[in-house]
């Protein structure tokens, strides 16, 4: 184990192109997901905050247990669109990052649009009499809504972004854990421990927990920022 | 009490003010406004005064067509206030519900509602305002005096042709009070209709050109000030003005 971690420092250190390559597909295929997302789960979770029709505490019921979707039937889900004979095989997106980004946007935009909505609704209690005061629009009170409630919503793209990133059930169903091409961090955890390369397993691991604390790190630094000018 | 002001049926649309007929609001079987009519004429200081429970906030959320009434008609000019109406009416809460920006942010967002594109209007109005200087500053950070100066600046800069006011000197320093009932006289004087709860009878007789008095959701007697101050038309509101305690 000591060898092991020792292995693993130097594999970080030393720079190792392999690694690297992982760590920054890893990053691109979340961030993607994690930025879609965020364009449509808060663009549903501001609608819904500002809303009220019949049917919406269904909806709400559904978003909130969509946000427990388990990875692997998502990664399903995508395989039988993408795959040759599915709907979307014409594409031939299967066993690509733009398959994985697509899982990963369907895992964490109802993660998105529940968190959101539920931060967006309780401001819209506090802002509501002055907006219809103003005769505000509908887009017009979401926009507003979206921009107050912006540091509050950092934490749910966080939250979303991290679940992205930690996720392996579906990006090894969509993206196949194919070296060079689809490989990301998760998965690579998952081969290497398998084949008892604990060194960069463990490497991966590291840098894994490393961004999850320097991403926390931002977010919660900018956070106290705006609470400290009443912003948030 | 109806005969104080004439019914708007009978002036030009431009003469007429804001009137309010037959409004009735309740709430789990109770009746919090009761079949309330008057009407108010299109300029002045209207205080609606009484005491604490009586339906004063409430009614003026009805009037500013925030809440919706289950029986009656809210006319201002003659026309119900609808979603475009109200963008030319305004309203001060009593607790200001300011934007989590910038004191000038937060006046700009109100004149970007309103539609309204003047750089210098904003540092205008805060400097009426007593915040000159102050633009930057997170709103929320100010003190409850400068928030509410503020929330009067913002329903200003839609140049409202009526302004509702839900106490808004409530639990404010004497000086800041001074400053908004001065704004609101200036703002009187330049022709805006104005409605102002208040429950406190000194701010009332130096602003109020006509009271509304109530109790439990009941209209009981609408007259011009200095006869209401004088000879209020209610025993309750004579009891109200004498410092009594009224149910």
């Not at chain 1, 395989?79 to 040759?84: A, G, H, I, T």
């Not at chain 1, 091409?181 to 060194?199: Q, W």
């Not at chain 2, 709430?27 to 300029?43: E, H, M």
Request: glycine share 8%; net charge neutral; charged share 20%.
């Amino acid at each position: 184990m000591g060898d092991a971690l020792h292995l693993a420092g130097q594999l970080v250190l030393s720079g190792d192109p392999d690694l690297w390559e992982i760590v920054l597909l890893s990053l691109r295929v979340s961030l993607i997901a994690t930025l879609i997302a965020c364009i449509i789960g808060l663009a549903i979770g501001s609608l819904l905050a500002v809303s009220r029709f019949r049917g919406r505490s269904a909806v709400l019921v559904v978003i909130n247990a969509l946000m427990g979707l388990p990875p692997v039937v998502v990664g399903l889900i995508v395989y039988l669109n993408l795959s040759r004979s599915g709907p979307l095989g014409f594409l031939g997106l299967l066993y690509t990052p733009t398959a994985m980004i697509i899982a990963q946007t369907i895992l964490i935009t109802p993660i998105i649009a529940a968190l959101s909505r539920q931060i967006l609704e309780d401001l819209n209690h506090e802002y509501a009499e002055q907006f219809r005061s103003f005769g505000l629009s509908r887009i017009g009170q979401m926009k507003a809504l979206l921009w107050d409630g912006r540091f509050a919503l950092l934490t749910v793209a966080l939250a979303g972004f991290g679940r992205a990133v930690a996720e392996v059930g579906a990006v090894i169903i969509v993206g196949g854990n194919i070296d060079h091409l689809t490989r990301v961090m998760t998965t690579a955890i998952a081969l290497e421990t398998s084949k008892g390369d604990l060194p960069l397993a463990l490497a991966l691991g590291m840098i894994l927990l490393t961004i999850a604390l320097v991403v926390n790190g931002f977010v919660q630094s900018v956070r106290s920022t705006a609470t400290r000018a009443a912003y948030a | 009490m109806r005969d104080f002001v004439d019914m708007p049926d009978a002036r030009t649309r431009h003469e007429q003010g804001l009137t309010l007929s037959g409004i009735s609001l309740s709430r789990n079987g109770t009746t919090l406004l009761n079949d309330i009519t008057c009407a108010l004429p299109p300029s002045g200081i209207t205080a609606v005064m009484g005491p604490n429970g009586a339906g004063k906030s409430l009614l003026l959320r009805v009037a500013h067509g925030l809440i919706d009434a289950d029986q009656g008609l809210v006319l201002w000019q003659g026309d119900a206030v609808t979603e475009e109406a109200r963008k030319a009416q305004a309203m001060v809460f009593q607790k200001p519900v300011l934007l989590r920006r910038s004191v000038e942010a937060n006046v700009d967002f109100a004149l970007k509602v309103a539609g309204i594109r003047h750089p210098s209007l904003r540092d205008a109005l805060l400097n009426r305002v007593g915040l000159k200087g102050r633009n930057k500053q997170p709103a929320r950070l100010l003190s409850g005096g400068e928030q509410q100066r503020l929330a009067l600046a913002r329903a200003l800069a839609t140049n409202p042709k009526l302004l509702f006011l839900d106490e808004p000197t409530a639990s404010l320093d004497p000086t800041s009070a001074r400053m908004i009932e001065d704004i609101l006289r200036e703002e009187r004087d330049a022709g805006t209709k104005i409605v102002l709860v208040t429950h406190d009878v000194p701010q009332a007789r130096r602003l109020a050109d006509d009271v509304l008095f109530l109790t439990s959701g009941q209209l009981h007697c609408h007259q011009d000030a200095a006869s209401f101050f004088q000879t209020p038309d209610s025993p309750e509101a004579a009891r109200f003005l004498a410092g009594h305690i009224l149910n």
